[in-house]
């Protein structure tokens, strides 16, 4: 959650990232892993949402 009603800035994963920086890293991360993600605003700001993609079932040989 973020109180801050402003627009949510995506980082560039192209951008050069400083590779001590300890924060700014999450987005890009959910934007690598998810299937679609966004933001919608609460009444106390913003909540971020993503969507995960699902692995196809795989079918496990028979055991004895």
């Given at each position: 959650h973020d109180p801050e009603p402003g627009r949510v800035v995506h980082p560039d994963p192209d951008?050069?990232?400083?590779?001590?920086?300890?924060?700014?890293r999450g987005l890009l991360l959910v934007r690598a892993l998810?299937?679609?993600c966004g933001h919608r605003p609460t009444a106390h700001g913003k909540a971020?949402?993503?969507?995960?993609?699902?692995?196809?079932d795989r079918e496990h040989p028979p055991t004895a």
């Amino acid at each position: 959650h973020d109180p801050e009603p402003g627009r949510v800035v995506h980082p560039d994963p192209d951008a050069g990232v400083d590779p001590w920086q300890e924060h700014g890293r999450g987005l890009l991360l959910v934007r690598a892993l998810s299937s679609d993600c966004g933001h919608r605003p609460t009444a106390h700001g913003k909540a971020a949402w993503f969507t995960l993609p699902v692995a196809p079932d795989r079918e496990h040989p028979p055991t004895a």
